[in-house]
């Protein structure tokens, strides 16, 4: 979370205020596939995540999922339940062994009215997450599903709590399957993507896992052919065929520069 600041409060802090309400309770060592609500639960608690990954996304027909978030530590989720939300309409599930704070809706209403600056220092929170949503919105009209996947990866690549390897790269624990949920194409289209993106020198594939090699090659792709204010440009193909500036449009023409 960023630390917006109001009436001398950060993010973090009443994040912090309010895991320890009453009747807040802490879930630990939760694995992965568990899943904290379901589409129809009532929307009772708000949740910290306090360790791991949690996915949020809808359901819908023959099994298919869109994946809307990804949950890190330190972050607030299942905000519905303060802005009038009744019943869950997503599935927020672990990705990673995770620990957990429930906290009731009643006792944070409570300390809301007690410390009314709480909207001030929440409001930046939901604009960032209503922005990021926005950004995602226009990635899937505009832009390519390798550039959707460098910029998606890029972002998290930037995030100071994003776990590193042995070599010091920021690493992605995702599957493939996750990721086309989040950058909305299929699995081979993704799996196909990410394979251009790897012999491009910007990651490396493993089991599960994602490692950047190189956030300068990451962002060029991000950042090819990019949209400006008043342009128009025609939306990225999810049939696997490149567009300009794509990894594989420029690996197809250094092939051809070389035969």
């Not at 949920?181 to 251009?196: C, P, Q």
């Amino acid at each position: 979370m960023t630390s917006e600041t109001t009436a001398g409060l950060s993010i973090e802090e009443v994040v912090g205020e309010l895991a320890k309400l009453p009747g807040s309770v802490n879930l630990s060592n939760l694995g992965p596939g568990t899943r904290l609500y379901d589409p129809g639960d009532a929307s009772d608690h708000v949740y910290l995540l306090r360790s791991g990954y949690v996915k949020l996304y809808r359901l819908g027909r023959g099994g298919k999922h869109c994946i809307f978030g990804v949950v890190e530590e330190g972050q607030l989720f299942g905000e519905g339940a303060l802005l009038g939300e009744k019943q869950r309409r997503a599935v927020a599930e672990v990705l990673e062994k995770a620990s957990v704070t429930m906290i009731p809706r009643e006792a944070v209403a409570a300390y809301v009215a007690e410390h009314p600056a709480f909207w001030q220092v929440f409001a930046p929170f939901l604009g960032r997450k209503i922005q990021l949503l926005e950004e995602q919105l226009q990635w899937l009209c505009f832009l390519d599903v390798e550039q959707r996947l460098a910029r998606l990866l890029l972002q998290w690549a930037e995030s100071a709590r994003r776990p590193a390897g042995a070599e010091g790269e920021p690493q992605i624990r995702l599957s493939q399957k996750e990721l086309a949920g989040l950058v909305g194409a299929t699995r081979e289209t993704t799996s196909s993507a990410l394979n251009r993106l790897q012999r491009a020198g910007c990651l490396e594939i493993g089991r599960r896992r994602l490692m950047i090699r190189s956030i300068e090659k990451l962002a060029q792709f991000a950042n090819a052919g990019a949209i400006g204010e008043g342009e128009e440009a025609a939306p990225g193909s999810d049939d696997g065929t490149p567009a300009a500036g794509s990894a594989a449009a420029l690996e197809k023409s250094q092939n051809a520069r070389a035969g």
